[in-house]
């Protein structure tokens, strides 16, 4: 199985198996067909014990915000159903829809073209079209804000050549929007190319061969086929949107997640953050349901075993051009040009005298608490996996679905329930590297999971029955036959742990120790202030750290 399957397609909606068939089963038809009991062997208490502390702790900042609402609850349901809060409600809702439309828009013909097609240097293009992903949304904004802006670079050009003194205006929505889909659709291009990647070519073949021509045939086989990966990487988009804090504060379009941390950071009582944090993860939630009812109830097969061929290249002809100038128009907009403003604003601040900050103990921070955390989540991730895989359940159901909990909510509603449990019940991890790891693993333990559970799809039973008949105990087994097997997987889980890690801004604003700084954190305090020379430096030594797991990444996938 590709890379892709095993990191981006983690289990909400999208999980291809390995085992006689490929399949990517549909959630709700398991719930349906009844498979919600324990089946022998049981789970021994090494497993399910460690299983169920994970998921319980995951459940801390839901808790900490339902606690936090229940305690003033008259004034807080009347505070969700002020007017105020409906707008904010109305303009996020409006961002995450714009902007999952958009990298549906974007992603899907990027993904076929450098899959599918003879489009010349496909293997480069699939990985430059990858790599805004690396780009954290806050240095997206203030790239958006120093290029676009009403005095911006563009401006400057324009007013130097034609005399425009003066842009419209590109904060707010447009803002929001242009710099969150070009960050956001890498999510939806690499679930369908893990889908393009993994589909029997016999289904073209079949449909060519019954007359239809090719548009004819992306559109009525091709497309829906693709329809759970479509879903899946919409859902991440949409997801993404609807916890950024950085892109939507720099732009200034008020969304949830920027009114709860300016009501956090300016009100003595938290209960309506709270509250509006529920909210929040009402969406959230309804939007996994929904993707669920998107991708529909059907199944997906795929012919055999495994698919042992490629699917034949489409020739694009005289298309090939236009497509080449498409891949590099989004390849400019979305990598080059912040890279090339980036190194510009660090030329531009040397020449003008102010020494090249950059940030190497923040760096050193940054790498240390990313790598921490990608350890420890991959490890606590294990057992969750194990139970979901070799003893499926309701108890293992419910467990492995709460670990998506951490990814639904945005980094500000974790930060503000581990405040509160550190501050009241473990006073001694309040405002540690310890709470700021915990509160990754928190955010991040999905991604892990649903590495390692796709891995473990992969690995037959029977191994491990073999093994044990061979006089091996459980945990003999375990390190020798199945960690090997799955270690990829686990690999390929932690590389992108790393990586959201290293973007992650508000819970590392919030639960961060002291005098302890992270790259994140020094472009965020830099850009807000406006120093963007100070930010530009630290902003490209973030990318270029982040591109190391993502190239991991993608050097793991297979044609």
């Keep these: 199985m590709g890379l892709i399957q095993n990191t981006f397609a983690f289990g909400i909606g999208f999980n291809l198996s390995n085992g006689g068939a490929t399949v990517i089963n549909s959630t709700i038809g398991s719930f349906v067909l009844g498979r919600l009991y324990f089946k022998p062997p049981w789970p021994s208490a090494v497993v399910w014990v460690p299983a169920l502390v994970v998921s319980a702790a995951v459940l801390l900042p839901p808790v900490y915000l339902i606690i936090r609402a229940a305690s003033d609850g008259s004034s807080a349901v009347d505070a969700i159903f002020r007017l105020r809060i409906l707008e904010i409600m109305g303009r996020t809702l409006l961002l995450v829809g714009a902007v999952s439309t958009g990298s549906v828009i974007l992603a899907v013909p990027l993904a076929w073209l450098t899959v599918r097609t003879d489009l010349p240097f496909r293997r480069i293009w699939a990985v430059l079209t990858a790599?805004?992903?690396?780009?954290?949304?806050?240095?997206?904004?203030?790239?958006?804000?120093?290029?676009?802006g009403p005095r911006g670079m563009l401006q400057g050009l324009l007013e130097s050549i034609f005399g425009i003194d003066r842009l419209p205006d590109i904060s707010g929505f447009p803002g929001a929007m242009l710099t969150l889909t070009l960050l956001s659709y890498p999510y939806v291009l690499l679930t369908v190319r893990a889908g393009l990647l993994r589909m029997d070519p016999a289904l073209e073949e079949s449909s060519r061969g019954l007359g239809q021509n090719a548009w004819s045939t992306f559109f009525r086989?091709?497309?829906?086929?693709l329809r759970p990966a479509i879903a899946a990487g919409s859902l991440l988009a949409a997801l993404y949107t609807l916890s950024d804090f950085g892109a939507v504060s720099l732009l200034r379009y008020e969304t949830f997640t920027w009114a709860i941390f300016v009501q956090y950071g300016s009100a003595l009582d938290r209960t309506l953050g709270a509250a509006m944090s529920l909210v929040l993860v009402g969406l959230a939630l309804s939007m996994v349901v929904g993707e669920v009812f998107t991708r529909g109830g059907a199944r997906y097969y795929v012919s055999g075993s495994s698919v042992s061929?490629?699917?034949?290249e489409i020739k694009l002809g005289r298309w090939v051009w236009p497509a080449l100038v498409f891949c590099g128009i989004v390849v400019s907009a979305a990598l080059f040009l912040p890279m090339s403003i980036l190194g510009y604003w660090v030329f531009r601040g040397v020449s003008a005298g102010e020494p090249l900050l950059f940030q190497w103990d923040a760096a050193r921070n940054s790498l240390l608490v990313s790598?921490?955390?990608?350890?420890?989540?991959?490890v606590v991730?294990?057992?969750?996996?194990?139970?979901?895989?070799?003893?499926?359940?309701?108890?293992?159901?419910?467990?492995?679905?709460?670990?998506?909990?951490g990814f639904a909510l945005p980094g500000i509603s974790i930060a503000l329930g581990l405040v509160f449990f550190g501050v009241n019940y473990a006073p001694p991890l309040y405002?540690?590297?310890?709470?700021?790891?915990?509160?990754?693993?928190?955010?991040?333990?999905?991604?892990?999971?649903?590495?390692?559970?796709?891995?473990?799809?992969?690995?037959?039973?029977?191994?491990?029955?073999?093994?044990?008949?061979l006089g091996k105990t459980p945990l003999k087994v375990f390190t020798t036959v199945t960690l090997p097997l799955v270690l990829p997987g686990i690999l390929s889980g932690a590389a992108l742990v790393f990586l959201l890690t290293m973007k992650e801004l508000p819970a590392t604003l919030i639960l961060s120790p002291i005098g302890f700084t992270t790259l994140a954190t020094?472009?965020?305090?830099?850009?807000?202030?406006?120093?963007?020379?100070?930010?530009?430096a630290p902003a490209l030594l973030l990318i270029l750290a982040s591109s190391v797991p993502l190239g991991f990444l993608m050097l793991r996938e297979r044609r």
């Design 131 to 148: 790599l805004p992903l690396v780009i954290p949304s806050y240095v997206g904004g203030f790239i958006v804000v120093l290029v676009l």
């Design 221 to 225: 086989v091709i497309l829906r086929q």
């Design 309 to 312: 061929r490629p699917s034949a």
């Design 371 to 378: 790598a921490v955390a990608a350890v420890a989540t991959v």
């Design 381 to 405: 991730a294990l057992p969750v996996a194990v139970m979901s895989v070799r003893y499926l359940g309701l108890f293992s159901i419910v467990l492995e679905r709460v670990t998506y909990i």
């Design 431 to 469: 405002q540690t590297t310890g709470m700021l790891i915990f509160a990754y693993v928190v955010l991040f333990l999905s991604p892990a999971v649903g590495a390692a559970r796709t891995s473990l799809l992969q690995v037959s039973p029977r191994m491990e029955e073999a093994a044990r008949g």
């Design 522 to 536: 020094s472009i965020w305090a830099a850009a807000s202030e406006a120093f963007f020379a100070r930010a530009a």
